[in-house]
């Protein structure tokens, strides 16, 4: 398994794992909103903000990120790849992309959402907070908050 930035010709494997995934992510109901979200991810890979998990030649796992503002944009994994660490190691690899005294945030599920009980469970693994409440795609939602602390280099 090889974790890294995402390239130009891995737009068409990215997207297949878009749509195995889509329907656990509001606003990519649409062929038109999965148009716009291709568009959207050639844009974060030229931003160096894309990163993929490669597995055989395959990604199996996804995850887009904001150097700008500190966010985890999209992640996800193959549902028969599930369960490996794929997530955390993405995540990991997008922490090292990122100021070391940044706080992350991510938007998921609220909690009574059965959706989002193994997201939330995730990011609460990792050491994510709960955020407020907001709405993302018409959808009831949650910020969680990762807190990053500098590590005092002066």
């Known amino acids: 398994m090889k974790i890294r930035l995402a390239q130009v010709q891995d737009i068409d494997a990215w997207m297949a794992l878009v ?37 055989a030649k395959r990604i199996v796992g996804i995850l887009l990120f904001s150097k700008e503002t500190g966010e985890l944009c999209f992640l996800a994994v193959d549902p028969a790849c599930r369960r490996q660490h794929i997530a955390q190691r993405l995540v990991s690899f997008m922490l090292t992309q990122m100021d070391t005294d940044q706080d992350i945030t991510v938007t998921t599920y609220r909690e009574d959402d059965p959706d989002g009980r193994a997201a939330r469970a995730f990011y ?28 005092g280099h002066a």
């Open 19 to 55: 749509e195995q995934v889509r329907d656990a992510f509001p606003g990519l109901e649409t062929t038109e909103a999965i148009a716009e979200h291709r568009e959207t991810v050639l844009h974060f890979i030229a931003q160096s903000s894309a990163i993929c998990a490669i597995d």
């Open 124 to 151: 609460k693994h990792l050491g994510f907070t709960e955020g407020r409440l907001t709405e993302a795609f018409d959808h009831p939602v949650q910020k969680f908050i990762l807190k990053r602390q500098s590590t």
